[in-house]
């Protein structure tokens, strides 16, 4: 069985620009969450979609937005990047969103310049 | 404000020892707890699952156990190799069944020395 997929994998940018980021689930996963993680602030969550749904948002400014698609992938977006939005991203993927063990991706590594 | 703490931040071990990863957590409230491993620049590989109603979870070297009235779960690993050489983070579910966001704690920095 294939594992979470995120493209790209490594993204450079520039401030002021957008970006947009993939996330295909394990197939029969209906749950995914996104999460940003920095050296300094660990990982943090984005926001959750469950059935084309977002479920769950975190803290961040409106800049981030995202979306599922009726085939359980997901997309999130980042507009007006700032120098403060490089990072990595990491999707994860699981059954249902409560009990069900999490399974991430490899992460995109977004660099802004 | 539920909160995750793991310590130590870091940590070096000659290879073969046993060694006890700390987890600690706010909220006792949790629904599961789970251990994660991540090597440097790659993504989450899940270790273990802890159900909140479970004490403990077993794979291969790796055990974890749970008590939530202290708020505490540990990440037993034995006979280290310098292959455990990652870092080990710990997140706790939400605080319901109707999310599966997880609160991570910064992380322990593993060296396993051959």
Redesign the interface.
Known sequence: KAGVTQTPRYLIKTRGQQVTLSCSPISGHRSVSWYQQTPGQGLQFLFEYFSETQRNKGNFPGRFSGRQFSNSRSEMNVSTLELGDSALYLCASSMDRGWAEQYFGPGTRLTVT | KQEVTQIPAALSVPEGENLVLNCSFTDSAI??L?W?RQDP??????LL?I?SSQREQTSGRLNASLDKSSGRSTLYIAASQPGDSATY?C?R??G????????????TTLQVKP
């Not at chain 2, 620049?41 to 899940?46: A, D, F, Q, V, Y």
């Not at chain 2, 319901?96 to 992380?107: A, R, Y």
Request: aromatic share 10%.
């Open positions: 629904y599961n789970q994660f620049g790659k993504g989450l590989t899940s699952l159900q983070l997140a579910g939400g319901s069944s109707n999310t599966g966001k997880l609160i991570f704690g910064q992380g």
